[in-house]
């Protein structure tokens, strides 16, 4: 039976990133969450858990991500190569969306503090799709959807910025707290976390839920007051950092430097109110250029392209209902919802479709 000291240190180990490989470290996450579900089942159940764990490690495939391996995303079940570090939700180390509690307290099962509707287990639902090559399917045997279904429906790409120190802690607010979901999280690592298939509708952007991908970039935000942006940065010798508390908790880089890409502050009106931001991580662009081509490659309807007013800039205001409606390819949050600013003045979103093409 593991002690309790022991289990103690791998907990430690687990969070703090330290160990030797990403192999090493998925161990140690796994191994919380499988102690967390154990032992309140007495010894047998701690038994069968460590079993579980130790043959879960043994088969492990996930790929080194440090090794620069080709990762994969999953579509309606169907793996596509992507240049970007991947973990999906089947990797140990991923984020599992399908998860019917809460990620990291999994005693409990529903969200802790649901958005209205959100209430339930389950975090995502079924897409509603418009346009469909095939027949609807019996009300008594909904199928998932297939891949030509998915391509036929899905032209949209959502950006956000997750207001989260990182992906870990964006997780855990949209999964165990608020009861909604992404698709994808990007770290500021470059790490990507793909949590549920893209057949799946996630909770993520209102009325574009159906049509579209979603992404959460790890990022602070956008603050209508200066002051309010600067205490999450520091500047030291090579220049300004992000510093928010539990920023190094669950990256897959040990010691990461999060320093924005282009060092001078942004700002920009969005839906009517000014505000200012740092740029995101170079890490962060990379990957993310290289899964946006992924994408294009997957979803024929999803065009390299970003809503732009009469002189060519990027909009920055909602699209008008009819706008929307029409509306396939590159989409900010913003574009969506009034209330929203994200993805902000410092996302370059030139520089995403110059190098996805």
């Not at 307290?105 to 469909?132: F, H, M, N, T, W």
């Not at 990022?219 to 992000?242: N, S």
Request: hydrophobic share 40%.
């Amino acid at each position: 039976m593991l002690s309790f000291p022991l289990f103690r240190f791998i907990n430690a180990a687990g969070g703090t990133e330290g160990g030797p490989s990403c192999k090493m470290r998925r161990f140690f996450e796994t191994a919380r969450v499988a102690w967390g579900v154990a032992a309140s089942r007495g010894p047998g159940g701690r038994r069968a858990a460590w079993l579980l764990l130790a043959l879960l490690v043994a088969c492990d495939s996930t790929p080194d991500l440090e090794s620069g391996a080709t990762s994969t995303v999953i579509a309606a079940g169907t793996p596509f190569p992507c240049q970007a570090p991947v973990l999906t939700f089947q990797d140990m180390g991923g984020y599992n969306g399908y998860a019917e509690h809460c990620w990291f307290d999994v005693d409990i099962a529903a969200p802790k503090r649901p958005v209205a509707g959100c209430e339930g287990v389950q975090r995502y639902g079924r897409r509603k799709l418009s346009a469909s090559p095939l027949p609807p399917a019996p009300s008594d045997a909904i199928a998932p959807l297939a891949l030509a279904e998915l391509q036929e429906g899905v032209d949209q790409f959502v950006i956000h910025f997750d207001v989260c120190v990182n992906s870990r802690r964006c997780f855990e607010v949209l999964h165990d707290h608020r009861g909604l979901s992404v698709h994808f999280l990007l770290d500021l690592d470059g790490t990507v976390y793909q949590t549920l298939d893209l057949r799946e509708r996630a909770r993520h952007a209102t009325i574009a839920n159906d049509r579209s991908i979603g992404i959460e970039i790890a990022h602070i935000g956008a603050y209508a007051k200066v002051e309010e942006l600067e205490k999450w940065y520091t500047v030291d010798a090579e220049g300004r950092r992000f510093s928010g508390a539990g920023l190094e908790q669950g990256l897959r880089t040990p010691g990461f430097i999060a320093r924005p890409a282009r060092a001078e502050r942004f700002v920009g009106n969005y839906n009517g109110t000014v505000v200012y931001q740092y740029d995101f991580t170079e890490a962060q662009y990379r990957s993310l250029v290289a899964l946006t081509r992924t994408l294009c490659r997957i979803f024929p309807k999803l065009r390299l392209e970003v809503p732009r007013d009469g002189s060519g800039a990027v909009r920055t205001e909602a699209l008008s209902p009819a706008e929307f409606q029409a509306w396939s390819g590159l989409i900010g949050h913003h574009h969506i919802q009034k209330n929203k600013t994200d993805p902000g003045p410092a996302f370059d979103w030139d520089r995403l479709i110059k190098e996805a093409r």
